[in-house]
């Protein structure tokens, strides 16, 4: 599977024109990356001041928008906490909107253990699928932890994140297998990358039979410093290099029209599918 991000936390206009902020925005990046071949979405909502949040109002919004647009297409809200939301406030936007699928950083929301019970009990009565996102070797060793005492399913889908934006670390390929030989062994998982090796790593990451997640949340480069043009760029770029080349959401068996009026590029991009920084 390959997930599209195409904002993340932090991101703004200043960091890039084509970041998307608004609902119709978000529809509209949503759209052109299934075309380029995603197959999944990861959102994020921002407030009116463009900031990070965990709204439930504005999640429910944007996800009417999207599967008006995409009926029936995967999509998975993000429940980061980005240093402002504590483990109460990813609870009440779970318990609140009771999403189909939700990405939940093992760290953040085990900074309460009492309040992750609760979380992890409410998306098991909701039917929330969770995906547990690790960044290092104690994630992991906590996520085990939660997996002998129940908490977490014996078989998890894991998210694996290579690298920090906060940190300003960039992902590099040599991490890559060591990080994957030290998830549980049956587990689902996903690779995500920051930085200009972004890439790379997913394509390493796909030998090694993981989920992909690809866009701008993770990197607005390519390896050599050229700017991706799109969010659409980048996906269109990982999945004709996947072997065989994914093209048109492979995996979702959605409205056909949409699938078949594809174009090769998105009526944004240039010939190349980037930009370069002046």
């Known amino acids: 599977m390959i997930m599209v991000s195409p904002t993340g936390a932090r991101l703004t206009k200043r960091d890039h024109p084509m970041v998307p902020l608004t609902v119709p925005e978000i529809v509209t990046t949503s759209r052109a990356c299934v075309l380029a071949g995603a197959e999944a979405l990861h959102l994020h909502v921002p407030d009116g001041a463009g900031n990070h949040s965990l709204d439930v109002g504005r999640y429910s919004e944007d996800l009417t928008e999207i599967d008006t647009a995409l009926p029936g297409f995967p999509v998975q809200i993000t429940t980061e906490s980005a240093n402002r939301f504590s483990p109460s406030d990813q609870l009440r936007l779970l318990r609140g909107l009771a999403p189909k699928w939700a990405s939940i950083a093992v760290r953040e929301v085990m900074a309460d253990a009492t309040v992750a019970q609760r979380v992890y009990d409410v998306c098991a009565d909701t039917g929330t699928r969770v995906q547990h996102i690790v960044y290092d070797a104690h994630d992991i060793q906590t996520l085990r932890a939660c997996m002998t005492r129940g908490?977490?399913?014996?078989?998890?889908?894991?998210?694996?994140?290579?690298?920090?934006?906060?940190?300003?670390?960039?992902?590099?390929?040599?991490?890559?297998?060591?990080?994957?030989?030290?998830?549980?062994?049956?587990?689902?998982?996903?690779?995500?990358?920051?930085?200009?090796?972004?890439?790379?790593?997913?394509?390493?990451?796909?030998?090694?039979?993981?989920?992909?997640?690809?866009?701008?949340?993770?990197?607005?480069?390519?390896?050599?410093?050229?700017?991706?043009?799109?969010?659409?760029?980048?996906?269109?770029?990982?999945?004709?290099?996947?072997?065989?080349?994914?093209?048109?959401?492979a995996l979702w068996p959605g409205p056909q029209d949409l699938l078949q009026n594809r174009s090769p590029t998105s009526t944004h991009l240039n010939p190349t599918g980037s930009i370069r920084r002046p």
């Not at 290579?162 to 998982?189: F, H, I, K, M």
């Not at 990451?205 to 993981?210: D, E």
């Not at 607005?220 to 760029?233: F, I, K, N, P």
Request: with cysteine; glycine share 8%.
């Open 151 to 249: 908490a977490i399913p014996e078989a998890p889908d894991i998210l694996l994140v290579l690298g920090s934006y906060a940190q300003g670390r960039p992902a590099t390929v040599d991490e890559v297998l060591p990080r994957v030989s030290a998830l549980p062994e049956r587990a689902r998982w996903m690779l995500c990358a920051f930085g200009p090796n972004e890439h790379a790593c997913l394509h390493t990451a796909a030998l090694l039979g993981g989920d992909l997640r690809v866009g701008f949340e993770n990197s607005l480069t390519q390896a050599d410093g050229t700017v991706w043009a799109s969010v659409e760029a980048s996906v269109a770029a990982l999945c004709a290099h996947r072997d065989p080349p994914i093209v048109g959401a």
